[in-house]
């Protein structure tokens, strides 16, 4: 018996033409289509295609994120679908930009019996791509070659194959919003792999349409590819921020009337956004258990020895290239961010 594929649609106010794209699909052949409404204002879409016997229309009392659509999409399919009847699930976007020619040939390559995650690639590289589009899927492929050492031509597809056997995979990942499919990337891409179909690249209206939030959305995305790293860097921009206001309050008000007032000033304000570094990167960034004084005591000693080693670094690259000092001390500093980031990670902060 020749197996069949599950079509499985999130859906958040989706367009009129989601009805036309749904009724091409099932004229493709495709008798089993699941349309999660994540919480729309306009139900009357769902209402009418709910009435068809190849669809079933599940709802979200509230809007959660297409992550938890598609879990819910997942958990249904798994519960309600015979496997020996099934082979897998296809996940489509609501706005109609994947074709359905591009459906069919991903249930091509599901139906050949492949193990591995199957994602519909465009090609970023075509005049109609947006500027942010390109730039974004440029910014986090690089970023999975670099840190993962996974190459995905098109992170941001919402065309995908997922086999039986990685439904569990896909139910296991957490996160609720667009940063879900990264992270189904991510693990999928360790333990099965991935192939590639080229698809068309489509966009309507420059993808104005997507529920994709600009810095929410890229924020949680990031997050997971960079991990504690991520973090770290914002517990650093923070101190740092705190150690700028605080330094200009004493030099400002508190402390005016001091003769030493900027050495005063510079001293409380890095007691402060060091202390502040301190406890944010023991228990936030590496969540350590180690004790506190010795945690504590190594951290302010690496904080001393790093002011000491930019110093001196600085002083003698200064006297042998002809660059500015302060170009040079950006450049060392960078350095010693990433060096103070290992060591804290492997010694300082390191649970046993």
């Known amino acids: 018996m020749q197996k069949k594929c599950a079509i499985l649609i999130p859906a958040l106010d989706p367009p009129e033409q989601l009805k036309t794209y749904i009724a091409e699909l099932i004229r493709a052949g495709f008798s089993a289509i699941l ?73 091509k390559k599901l139906l050949s019996g492949t193990d591995k995650m199957i994602l519909g690639c465009r090609d970023f590289q075509e005049a109609n791509v947006p500027p942010k589009s390109r730039f974004g899927n440029t910014l986090t492929s690089r970023c999975f070659k670099v840190l993962l050492g996974l190459s995905v031509s098109d992170t941001q597809t919402g065309l995908r194959g997922i086999p039986n056997s990685l439904m569990d995979l896909c139910l296991s990942v957490q996160g609720d919003r667009f940063e879900y499919e990264t992270a189904v990337l991510m693990k999928t891409g360790k333990t099965a792999g991935f192939e590639e179909v080229p698809i068309h690249t489509v966009y309507f209206d420059k993808n104005q349409g997507t529920h994709f939030h600009p810095i929410r959305d890229s924020f949680l995305i990031y997050r997971l590819l960079l991990g ?34 900027i050495p005063a000033s510079t001293i409380a304000a890095r007691l402060v956004s060091g202390t502040f570094n301190y406890l944010v990167n023991r228990n936030v960034v590496f969540q350590s258990r180690a004790g506190y004084a010795v945690s504590a005591a190594s951290y302010f000693l690496l904080c001393a020895a790093g002011a000491v080693v930019s110093s001196i670094l600085v002083t003698a690259l200064t006297a042998v290239l002809p660059v500015d000092e302060i170009l040079i001390k950006m450049f060392v500093d960078t350095a010693l961010f990433f060096v103070n980031y290992l060591v804290q990670k492997t010694f300082i902060f390191k649970n046993k």
Not at 95 to 106: A, F, K, R
Not at 233 to 260: E, G, M, N, P, V
């Open 35 to 107: 349309l999660v409404d994540d919480g729309s204002t306009d139900k009357s879409i769902f209402a009418e295609l709910s009435g068809k016997p190849e669809i079933t229309v599940l709802s979200h009392d509230r809007n959660y994120g297409k992550g938890r659509a598609l879990r819910t999409g997942f958990r249904y399919y798994k519960e309600h679908f015979p496997l020996e009847e099934y082979i897998g699930v296809i996940t489509a976007d609501s706005d109609g930009q994947h074709l359905t020619e591009d459906v069919v040939q991903i249930q």
């Open 228 to 261: 504690t790293f991520f973090i770290y860097l914002l517990s650093s921009l923070s101190s740092t921020l705190i150690d700028f206001l605080l330094f200009t309050l004493c030099d400002k008000l508190l402390l005016r009337q001091l003769a030493w007032r």
